[in-house]
Every structure is written in C-alpha cells, then in structure tokens.
C-alpha cells in the first residue's frame, strides 16, 4: 500500500474485475465535460461490442471550480447507471490547488484502490477533462501492456475542425512542429533504437494520455506532484529508472485547439506563444538533424560501453576517450558514472548528458530553421521509405 496516501478519496469499493483504473483532474470545465465523460462511459472491445463497466472506473476530482461542473457530472452519471463513476469534489488551499498536486492524488487513489481489488498488476491511466478519448483507448492500452510494456504514452491528436479555429501561421507552425517532432523520433530510432519502443511511434508523453503499471507506478517514486508540467517529470521518473514505455500510435485522445488553457503550461501556452510569433514561427530555431544524428549515434555508443561493462566488469579505455571526445563529458566522470549507475536513465542523468552534448557544438552550427530542418528530413525520410516500400504519410500522420 501506499504509506503517504492514507485517506480514501472513494468510499464505495472496488469490484473484483477491476483492470484499469481512469483518473480526470477538472477544474471549470462545464462545457467539455460531457464529451469527456462520454468518450470514457461509450469505450468498445476489439470487435466493436460495448466494454463491460465492471472491468473500469473513473476517478473524477473537481477541485476549485467556480461553474457547474460537479452538477454536469452527476447529471452525466444519471445517463449511465452501470459506469463507475467516482465523483469527488475538494477546495485545496492555494498552495495545492494545481494539477500536479490534483493528478498525484488522483494516481495514488487509484494504486490504492487496484491494490485493494487485488489487482496489483492493475493499471493506471490518466486523461484530461478537456479531452476525448478513442472509442478503444481502454482496450488499446490494455493491448500495449499485454505485449510487455510497463507504461504507455498516447498519441494527443488536434482534430482537424479544432484546428480550424486558429490562424493560419499557428495551423502552419504547428503542423511543422508535429513533423519535427515526429522525425527526430525516427532519427532516434535509426540511431539508437529500443526494443520496446520502436518506430512507428509519436513523440508525446503527457496527461492527457498516459498509462503505468501500479507496481511500476510505485517503484518509480509515484507522480511528482509540481505546480505545472508535472506530467514530463512523471516521463524523467520513468526514464531515470529504464521503464519499458511505449509511445503507441494505437492509443489515441483528441483535444482542444483552446488558447485559455487552465494549466500554466501546456498546448494552450504552445499555441498562445505561437500565434505571437506568426509566420515568423517557421524560422524559430530547433536542432539540426546533423546535430541529432551525432546525439543519437553517441547515446548509442554510451549505451553499449555501459551495458558491455555491466556484463564484463571491464571499461576498454581507448572507446572512453572517444566518447569522452563526441559527448564534451570527462573521462573521469563517464568512467565512475559507467561503473556506479544502477539503470542507464540514470547515468544519462548523473552525467547531464544531453547538457554536454549540446554544449560542444555551439548554437550557431547546432541550430537551424525549423522549415529547413523538416524539409530536409523529410526529403531523407521519404527516400528512405521509398526504398522499403513504405509511405512517408502514413508514418507521420498517425
């Protein structure tokens, strides 16, 4: 059980085939609660039947909310007499009232009560009630961890009449952005792949749509419960400790294109800072596939040395140096991180890996226009999947 977690938030137990437990922060969301709320009570099975409210709950905690959000969800629940739904209301003090500390209690409540059930192998996972989830993204989840996965990060999808709703510079830069940030995830896997997450995959991990094993939930030191972003330290957490994550293109939620978002940061802060920029935004500097290719080629290369040590005891001293040579870090410090780090998220950590690399090629060589950028990997990567029969469309859209 989770010592620091001895209140219940739900009273009413939990059933005995309970799989997955839902957990939704709210906060003045009368409007988009509804579509929410639906998405999640209207999930299917595989060959399209309805999915059984026996085998799911959700937690919803409206916290601070000056609308009628908790009457829209008891009338929403009224609609659905089988679902369980948990409906919690909470004034926090200013001090919590925010969402890291909301989802944080949220998760824990749900470890708590798939313990409870028995279910220790249960699973987690997390939205937003201004989202909406796939009509499969319960059985899609479940799915990822069935193939050995431990978390599984989703697929957050703009729909095409929310992107109406922007201006025509933030529709350009955010659709650049999308194929940036795909393509540096194909980069990584051409040069640094993983097992358990391999391309095609996207390139997002946040609350809108995330999933973790209740034993991996715990073991990772549970969700940090920050003012905002607490999502990505949630990420940090799980790579530190070499969580088997899937970023699955299959596990998908669509959101709002709102530029008022109740975060402090999040895709309505991206979009805001977006539409100041303009069509100005196409020049705003990311890094260069070059300089991604080397970041990615010399993680490999720490990887190996790291994993070869583990295996032999031993550090071959002239493949340090080279290492020490690419990534700007001291041979001293990769020598007695290799030898000390428990996981190799955690060495990449204690070394500030990325800080390093970054540092031995300046600015003005590892910095280019995002256009230029993604139209040059997009030109490598539509050749590339020529050659294996493959499209680029139907890779990058997804």
């Known amino acids: 059980m989770l010592r620091n977690c001895r209140e219940a938030l739900v009273e009413a137990p939990s059933t005995k085939q309970l799989t997955a437990s839902i957990v939704v922060p709210a906060r003045n969301e009368e409007e988009l609660l509804p579509s929410c709320l639906?998405?999640?009570?209207?999930?299917?099975?595989?060959?399209?039947?309805p999915l059984s409210h026996d085998s799911y709950e959700i937690i919803l905690l409206i916290n601070n909310t000056t609308d009628n959000s908790a009457r829209v969800a008891q009338s929403f629940r009224r609609l659905y007499p089988s679902l369980q739904l948990h409906i919690l209301e909470r004034n926090f003090r200013q001090s919590h009232a925010h969402i890291g500390y909301v989802r944080r209690l949220l998760?824990?409540?749900a470890c708590r009560r798939l313990e409870l059930s028995g279910s220790g192998n249960g699973?987690?996972?997390s939205t937003d009630s201004d989202t909406q989830v796939a009509s499969n993204w319960i059985v899609q989840n479940l799915a990822e961890f069935a193939s050995g996965a431990d978390a599984v990060a989703g697929r957050i999808v703009l729909p095409e009449y929310e992107q109406q709703t922007l201006d025509e510079a933030t529709r350009a830069i955010h659709r650049y952005d999308h194929l940036y940030r795909r393509l540096v995830s194909w980069i990584e896997h051409r040069f640094d792949p993983e097992e358990h997450d391999p391309w095609p995959r996207h390139h997002q991990h946040f609350g809108a749509s995330i999933g973790v094993r209740v034993r991996t939930?715990?073991?990772?030191?549970?969700?940090p419960p920050r003012r905002y972003l607490e999502d990505v330290a949630f990420y940090t957490a799980l790579v530190r400790n070499d969580v088997r994550l899937r970023h699955s293109n299959r596990v998908k939620v669509f959101t709002s294109a709102r530029l008022c978002g109740r975060a402090q940061a999040g895709l309505s802060a991206e979009l805001r800072s977006w539409k100041k920029r303009g069509k100005n935004g196409l020049k705003m500097p990311v890094e260069s596939r070059d300089f991604l290719e080397h970041l990615f080629r010399t993680r490999r290369a720490l990887r190996t040395l790291w994993k070869d040590q583990k295996f032999s005891n031993d550090l071959f001293l002239?493949?340090?140096?080279?290492?020490?040579?690419?990534?700007?870090?001291?041979?001293?410090?990769?020598?007695?991180g290799i030898r000390s780090s428990r996981c190799f998220g955690e060495l990449l950590e204690n070394l500030r890996f990325y800080h390093c690399c970054r540092t031995v090629w300046p600015d003005w060589i590892?910095?280019?226009?995002?256009?230029d950028v993604v139209d040059q990997m997009l030109i490598e990567?539509?050749?590339l999947a020529k050659e294996s029969r493959q499209t680029s469309t139907l890779h990058l859209s997804k």
């Open 107 to 109: 998760m824990d409540e």
């Open 217 to 223: 939930y715990k073991s990772v030191g549970r969700l």
């Open 38 to 49: 639906r998405a999640l009570a209207e999930q299917t099975t595989p060959t399209g039947s």
């Open 318 to 336: 002239p493949r340090v140096r080279d290492l020490s040579a690419d990534s700007g870090i001291p041979i001293s410090n990769l020598i007695i």
């Open 366 to 371: 590892r910095l280019k226009p995002l256009r």
């Open 123 to 125: 699973i987690i996972l």
């Open 381 to 383: 990567f539509s050749s």
